[in-house]
């Protein structure tokens, strides 16, 4: 049973890990993330680098919608505004990689703010079709400034370099692309912690008290929009890194609903449910993917048979969160730990 948790102190009530058995834990999984990348094939060092980038994208998407209350649909262009800042950078300036995503970010965050205008006017639905039509707007951008992006063809990239270490396969990929996820997961957890962070959930709980207790909404509102662009545009950047191309069609419009699909199956507000919820989103289509691959010996056309139903189960998997568990993954974990904390005793 759970004991000794009484906090005695304001910064012990604000600590972001309260017991000393949560800091094992966490030691625990750092290390196996330090080892995984020594016994994981290509295969899944890919999947892990492409889970962490979106990790980062959707960690970035709940600041605006789990956490500021702004719904936005345009996740996947901001992601591309970063991909293209990096791509540019890279190929014709030569500038260092950190550099190059820390201006993907800060370029995004700009782009970001100011998509995020209609906010002070306009919120759900009707926020939502601006985000939307902004998302078309960059995507005709990407498709057409060809002096900058190269049009449809895109733009290809050598591989990262820091300080003369080259991170072009996956198993390099890996300390470069989880770290910076790691960070971002970090950062936005104490971020919350903050006057910032706690003026963004006064106004997804009720922005008219919220400017009445003294918050500027439109500053709050802008500066949690630039937040999750930023972290898209590092996102972005990575991805550009990872995949080496980036083109129009690498960020469609559906890659921003598999966003926010993300945050509701993983928890809106919650950092956790951000993780949980790129992991799944990620994961669950590769997992029924190896299931269709199981059954191909038993069944000699069972990639045709199976491919539609696996599209429909993990569709089916999105409806039956929404409907039995709203609060998503998070919220299943919640109650998995306070069984734990009450044990052996009934609740």
């Not at 993990?314 to 998070?330: D, N, Q, Y």
Request: hydrophobic letters at 55%; one cysteine or more.
């Amino acid at each position: 049973m759970r004991i000794a948790t009484a906090k005695e102190s304001y910064a012990a009530d604000e600590a972001l890990f309260d017991t000393p058995t949560q800091r094992v834990w966490l030691a625990l999984f750092v290390a196996v993330c330090a080892l995984f990348p020594f016994t994981a094939n290509e295969y899944w060092l890919y999947m892990a680098c492409l889970v962490a980038i979106h990790v980062i994208s959707v960690t970035g998407l709940n600041i605006v919608t789990g956490f500021t209350g702004l719904v936005s649909l345009g996740q996947a262009a901001f992601m591309g505004v970063g991909a293209y800042t990096v791509a540019v950078a890279e190929t014709r300036f030569g500038t260092p990689v950190l550099l190059n995503l820390i201006a993907a970010g800060a370029i995004t965050a700009a782009v970001g703010a100011v998509v995020g205008i209609p906010s002070l006017r306009v919120k759900g639905l009707y926020l939502a079709i601006a985000t939307i039509a902004s998302s078309f707007i960059l995507h005709f951008v990407f498709a057409n400034w060809n002096s900058v992006t190269h049009g449809v063809s895109g733009i290809s990239l050598p591989p990262a370099s820091i300080l003369g270490v080259e991170f072009g396969r996956p198993f390099a990929l890996y300390f470069l692309i989880v770290p910076i996820a790691f960070l971002a997961v970090f950062s936005a957890s104490n971020l919350f912690r903050t006057r910032i962070g706690r003026a963004f959930i006064a106004i997804r709980d009720r922005d008219i008290s919220a400017e009445v207790l003294g918050i500027p909404l439109l500053r709050y509102k802008l500066m949690s929009f630039a937040l999750s662009s930023f972290y898209a545009g590092v996102a972005g950047g990575l991805w550009a890194y990872f995949f080496r191309v980036v083109t129009p069609e690498s960020f469609p419009f559906v890659y921003s609903i598999f966003f926010l699909a993300a945050v509701i199956v993983g928890g809106m507000g919650s950092i956790l449910g951000s993780i949980l919820g790129a992991v799944f989103m990620t994961m669950v289509p590769e997992v029924l993917k190896l299931g269709v691959g199981v059954m191909s010996p038993f069944l000699s056309d069972a990639v045709a048979l199976l491919s539609p139903v696996r599209t429909i189960v993990f569709g089916g998997l999105i409806i039956g969160f929404l409907i039995f568990e709203p609060h998503g993954l998070a919220e299943i974990w919640r109650r998995i730990r306070r069984f734990f904390h009450l044990w052996p005793f009934k609740t």
